[in-house]
């Protein structure tokens, strides 16, 4: 059984751009963008023990608040009545405002943009769903506000907030470093419990509890499966809100293009996963044109993963994606394993030979994005694909992504041999080794979030 215990405070990487925010002489009102239950309201509350005081607003619990913004939108006396609400005084220089589900109150959006003009003294954080805020673009405060996105919990900060100690050996490791073989088994079976839990924080923070009265490897199995049985339920939600914000034939589309995700990657079993295929999702639909907008409302929910094809390996790599040919990917791994039914025995009980390689493919994807990556690229030709593509220090470094410990590629070679890469980079379960020799970096799965590594100096 894992020998995890829990952190009461649950640490998030978020945290460092939010105090560079608060520094920033040029700051403007924040806005902090995820998707449900990635933790929006947690990390600010916890962010607001930085300030003399801090005063949260619920929007959509607190609904009588929406009298304030019907008046005007000046903020002098929007402080001073939610002053007067809160029956506590507000320092415009020294306390944070929080206005949580901001969607619910399109005014309050919109008062962004006042605050900003008028008083840019007062440090003010906006969260809510991207369900929410994605479709009010009529009030939101283009170019007023600042914004951060909040993601699932990365694998590191999965380790971090159950206390592992194998965290130090992915915060330490560079390209001159040796993992032993028990961290390497450590942390190899550490990443197939986050396969099961994913990084949504309350997920996260169930199963370490839970593991605070386990016994033995059953119980923790037990634990395991009420996790899958909350996430389940989480999937309703999000399909609740599908069908609240994106109106009725739209949010059939949503919602099959949702399903289709974890369905069409869980068909792949091999290398020679392709792009995403419209037909069949929706009857009489198989065309791109006819579910863009239902896709690029899912992206902008952040409820999946867009990784783009291209088929040219050159800089800019963005000049050659193409427009409706790519990969698509769910946002939480913890949630691809319960829209397609897996029992957290199957992913436990896989070693890595055998192991589905759609889940090791969407975890690398997960891991980039939390990592800072804005725009994920795969680079296809008629027999190979490059699961991943980087601009590295203004090198092109393919990535290739194995699930087991089987590394030869036939697609890193056909690569290799048309665009010359100063190094390539292949991750699998093997430990991490450095082939100086054909210049690849074997790196272990867990180390995805840490690409590039650097030399030691």
Known sequence: MSKLTYNAVMKRQIITSLL?????????????????????????????????????FDFEKQRDLNKIFQVDLNPLRIVKELSFYLHTPIDIKNDLIIFDEIQACPQALTSLKYFCEDMPELALCAAGSLLGIH?????????KVDELNLYPLSFAEFLEAANDDGLQYLQNINLQSQISEVVHTHLCQQLKTFFITGGLP?????????????????????????????????????????????GKTNA???ER??????????????ASSMRFRFKDIVTGINRYSRLV?????????????????????????????????????????????????????TIMN???????????????????????????????????????VREINGEIIPIEVKSGNIT????????????????????????????????????????????????FS
């Open 252 to 254: 059939m589309h949503v």
């Open 135 to 143: 479709l009010n673009s009529e009030s939101y405060p283009v170019g």
């Open 257 to 270: 293009i949702w399903h289709a995700v974890g369905a069409q990657l869980a068909q792949v079993h091999d």
């Open 408 to 455: 030869r590629a036939k697609s890193l070679k056909s690569f290799i041999e048309r665009y010359h890469p100063a190094y390539s980079i292949v991750l699998s379960n093997k430990n991490f080794y450095i082939d100086s020799v054909r210049n690849v970096h074997f790196y272990p799965l867990y180390l995805a979030a840490q690409i590039p590594l650097a030399t």
């Open 293 to 345: 907008h239902a896709i690029d409302w899912l992206n902008g929910a952040g409820l999946i993963i867009k990784n783009n094809v291209i088929t040219t390996a050159a800089l800019p790599v963005a000049a050659y994606a193409k427009e409706g040919f790519f990969k698509l990917f769910m946002f939480d791994i913890g949630i691809l394993g319960a829209i397609l039914n897996l029992v957290p025995e």
């Open 20 to 56: 560079k925010w608060k520094d920033s002489p040029l700051r403007k009102p924040l806005v902090l963008k995820g998707a449900r239950q990635v933790g929006k309201t947690y990390i600010l509350k916890i962010f607001g023990k930085n300030f003399q005081r801090y005063h949260y």
């Open 350 to 388: 896989y070693d890595y030979g055998t192991y589905k390689g759609y889940f090791v493919e969407n975890f690398v994807a997960q891991e980039f994005i939390t990592s800072g990556l804005v725009q994920l690229y795969t680079w296809q030709s008629k027999t190979a694909e490059i699961e991943f």
């Open 202 to 246: 309350e997920i996260v923070n169930n199963y370490i509890n839970g593991l605070k009265t386990a016994n033995s490897v059953s119980d923790e199995l037990i634990i395991l499966q009420n996790v899958r049985a909350q996430q389940e339920v989480l999937v309703k939600a999000y399909l609740a809100d599908m069908a609240k914000h994106a």
